[in-house]
Nanobody, 119 residues
Framework: QVHLVESGGGLVQPGGSLRLSCTAS????????IGWFRQAPGQAREGVSC???????YYADSVKGRFAASRDNAENTVYLQMNSLQPEDTAVYYC?????????????WGKGTLVTVSS
């Protein structure tokens, strides 16, 4: 069975940082494209970033320069470092995996972790 489990969400003040983790079982993440997505209350799910298995990484315009995705292959874990967080970043964040980056059509999804940016 394939499971993706996000962690690292929480409450942070504007301007602060968080690092989200996504740990996989049942697949080796090094062989997959990994996307991060988010959904704010009352809004549609949107893409945040996606890293193809070849290392090519894409970021939404809203997070460019502030967020960075990375991998720890030994731990079968991917990360999303989020800096300079603002209230509009508040959302449930999901990681997803597939052979390629497919916008919202990734095959495997985690359950999400809540990030709240508030003073």
């Amino acid at each position: 069975q394939v499971h993706l489990v996000e962690s690292g969400g929480g409450l942070v003040q504007p301007g602060g940082s968080l690092r989200l983790s996504c740990t996989a079982s049942g697949i080796t993440l090094d062989d997959y494209a990994i996307g991060w997505f988010r959904q704010a209350p009352g809004q549609a799910r949107e893409g945040v970033s996606c890293a193809n298995s070849d290392g090519t990484t894409y970021y939404a315009d809203s997070v460019k320069g502030r967020f960075a995705a990375s991998r720890d292959n030994a731990e079968n874990t991917v990360y999303l470092q989020m800096n300079s967080l603002q209230p509009e970043d508040t959302a449930v964040y999901y990681c997803a995996a597939d052979l390629h980056c497919y916008a919202l059509n990734m095959h495997y999804w985690g359950k999400g972790t809540l990030v709240t940016v508030s003073s």
